[in-house]
């Protein structure tokens, strides 16, 4: 189906959007066709934080596809709507519109259900064949398991049995959410559970930090720009700093969080996948397989670096205090037990064991109730080892920030001469803020519902990607698992003490939160 196809037939659908520029996926391929979106776990926090906000704001610009409905499938029903609506008055990055939910409103059916009830699911499979029928498509269908891994299983045996996984005619995505297993043996059973289901080119595993688009530039400035790439290696990069810091605690969320930690929760994902994006050739295309195929090397090759005890450190938060409020330590938190030692806090370096990035350092580190919130890569060159800046100890070590979060941008740190008699180096910072460039950005999860739809998988997680990443971080898990108790840190500091001795002891410093 063309373009203008897809805007004839539904006033909701925009296509893909004007794009500025040369542009790099044939997105004329990739127009979504009628499809109907089903999401197990409709009235759960994500759904309605994330998703539903997310399809809203996609309805507001016009973006989802021709014939589209939304099927929610819950063991309660009761007032749903009037409760999806609530979230996107609340959550939605477009202002809230009445037109436009109403015409979205009428498009969401709910099937009432529990997840191992086969009637339900027959029910399911009824009313998406009517939609078919009454809209004319051809039986397009997402499944998206907002539900919790253990349930994932459950899902898709139920979706076999109904018959939802086979396309006699339209095609069958499914979309599932982290945490993909809590080990490599786990992720392993869970890859073999969906596959048995859904062929590997349907499932989409979502790591909303790929839907960010300053996540996204980082393949653009490497790889659309000249003068980095040369750089791009061991003989010019001292180390690569990743570090997701986020002011929040975890309250509300100790039955995700607890026994999970910070290293499953955010380092297996995100941030491993941001050092794919860092440390990978360039693609011969930027297709999902090319990109896919060359992220898979870099994380094959990615190892952790020793001495565990000296290079990684973990903490867990205590009293103190969140953006000025003061607030109490993970233990006396509702759901955790007084004794609990999942880390809020987690720091590792590993190395990418390949040509290009023999001996370069990659320090990696999150933490929950730290002094701010910011995501960022920062990339640090070598400094000039000769010459008469050298020989005064005046050379600079140049810095490539990445900022992620949440002032988005990019900044290179250099040294310049301060004005005045003699020669004076003093660091300064050239920048680039998104914001002031560019359109506000798509929320990630707008991004990813939308390539979901038009079967792009670019930007999803493959199943060998996930497991390499555990490959990466299971020896640091089960160390931890033998040492005692995560050090304790204040709620609003920059972590544990530990966490500063794994780049003092190399010389380095971790850079200030
Ligand atoms: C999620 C983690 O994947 O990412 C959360 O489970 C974390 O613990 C969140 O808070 C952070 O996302 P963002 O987009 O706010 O950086």
């Not at 996609?58 to 989802?64: K, M």
């Not at 370069?360 to 080892?385: D, N, Q, Y």
């Not at 301060?418 to 180096?425: E, K, W, Y």
Request: net charge negative; charged share 20%; hydrophobic share 40%.
């Amino acid at each position: 189906m063309t373009v203008s196809e897809v805007q004839e037939r539904n006033p909701l659908a925009g296509g893909p959007g004007g794009v500025v520029g040369a542009e790099l996926t044939d997105y004329t391929m990739l127009v979504a066709e009628p499809a109907s979106l089903v999401i197990f776990g409709i009235t759960g926090d994500l759904s309605r934080k994330k998703l539903i906000p997310a399809i809203y704001d996609l309805a507001h610009s016009g973006q989802l596809p021709p014939d589209f409905d939304l099927v929610g499938f819950a063991r309660n029903i009761t007032d749903v709507k009037a409760r999806l609506c609530e979230s996107v008055r609340e959550h939605a990055r477009t202002p809230f519109d009445p037109a436009v939910w109403d015409q979205l409103a009428e498009r969401i059916h709910l099937v009432q259900g529990s997840f191992d009830d086969t009637v339900a699911f027959a029910r399911l499979s009824a009313r998406l064949a009517e939609l078919d029928v009454r809209r004319g498509k051809p039986g397009n269908y997402v499944f998206y398991l907002s539900v919790p891994p253990s349930s994932f299983a459950t899902v898709c045996d139920q979706l076999a049995i109904t018959g939802l996984n086979r396309n006699a005619h339209g095609w069958r995505r499914v979309v599932v959410e982290k945490p993909f297993g809590h080990d490599l043996t786990s992720s392993q059973a869970l890859g073999v559970a969906l596959e048995r289901v859904f062929p590997p080119s349907s499932i989409y595993r979502i790591d909303h930090y790929l839907g960010k688009e300053t996540v996204q530039n980082i393949l653009a400035l490497r790889f659309a720009n000249g003068m980095f790439e040369p750089l791009w290696n061991n003989r010019h990069i001292d180390h690569v700093q990743i570090t997701m810091a986020e002011s929040v605690g975890v309250p509300g969320r100790a039955g995700y969080y607890d026994g999970v930690g910070a290293a499953r929760d955010v380092i297996q994902n995100h941030l491993l996948q941001l050092l794919a994006l860092i440390a990978m050739e360039e693609p011969v295309a930027f297709d999902a397989d090319s990109i896919a195929a060359e992220k898979i090397k870099v994380l094959s090759a990615t190892e952790l670096l020793g001495p565990l005890a000296e290079t990684s450190a973990r903490g867990q938060y205590g009293a103190g205090v969140e953006n000025g409020v003061p607030v109490t330590g993970l233990a006396d938190e509702a759901g955790f037990p007084a004794d609990s030692a999942t880390e809020t806090f987690a720091a590792m370096t590993v190395g990418v064991a390949t040509r290009r990035w023999a001996g370069v350092p990659f320090f990696i580190r999150t933490g929950k109730r730290l002094t701010r919130r910011t995501t960022e890569i920062a990339v640090t060159f070598t400094p000039p080892a000769h010459g008469a800046t050298a020989a005064r100890g005046a050379a600079v070590s140049n810095v490539l920030v990445f900022r992620v979060q949440p002032d988005d941008g990019i900044e290179l740190h250099i040294g310049a001469k301060r004005p005045g008699g003699g020669m004076h180096i003093q660091p300064v910072s050239l920048g680039m803020d998104f914001r002031s460039v560019f359109d506000p950005a798509p929320e990630a999860y707008e991004r990813l519902i939308c390539d979901v739809l038009r079967g792009d998988a670019t930007l999803f997680p493959r199943r060998e990607e996930v497991e390499w990443s555990w490959r990466v971080i299971d020896p640091l898990l089960e160390h931890w698992a033998g040492c005692d108790r995560p050090d304790n840190y204040p709620s609003g500091t920059s972590g544990p003490e530990s966490a500063e001795r794994i780049l003092s002891r190399t010389g380095r410093a971790w850079r200030q939160l």
